[in-house]
C-alpha cells in the first residue's frame, strides 16, 4: 500500500462522516429532544401516519394518544414523527 493510498482513505472516510454520520446523528439527536418535550395536550402524527392528542405522558416511554373522539391508544414515544402543534405551559397563579 502506498502513502498515497493511505491519504485517499482517509479523505474517504473524512467525507462520509461529514455527509453521512454527523448529520444522522444530529437529527436523532433532534429527535430525542422532540420526544422528551411532548406533553399532555400535543398534537402529534406517528411514523404510521395516525394524527392524535395526547392525553397522558407515562413514565415508562409510552403515550396515551386520543385518535378520535372517544377512541384512545397506546404508543410508543419513539414513533412519533412530528408534534404538530404545542400546548403553552399553564401560567403559575
Do not use: C, W
Not at 69 to 88: D, H, L, M, P, W
Amino acid at each position: 500500500m502506498r502513502p498515497g493510498d493511505l491519504l485517499m482513505l482517509a479523505a474517504i472516510f473524512a467525507i462520509m462522516y461529514f455527509l453521512l454520520i454527523r448529520p444522522q446523528q444530529k437529527k436523532m439527536k433532534e429527535h430525542k429532544a422532540m420526544i422528551e418535550a411532548i406533553r399532555r395536550g400535543d398534537q402529534i402524527v406517528t411514523q404510521g401516519g395516525m394524527v392524535g392528542k395526547v392525553t397522558k405522558v407515562r413514565d415508562d416511554g409510552e403515550l396515551d394518544v386520543e385518535i378520535a373522539e372517544g377512541v384512545k391508544v397506546r404508543i410508543i414515544q419513539a414513533t412519533v414523527a412530528q408534534v404538530i402543534s404545542k400546548t403553552e405551559p399553564a401560567a403559575n397563579a
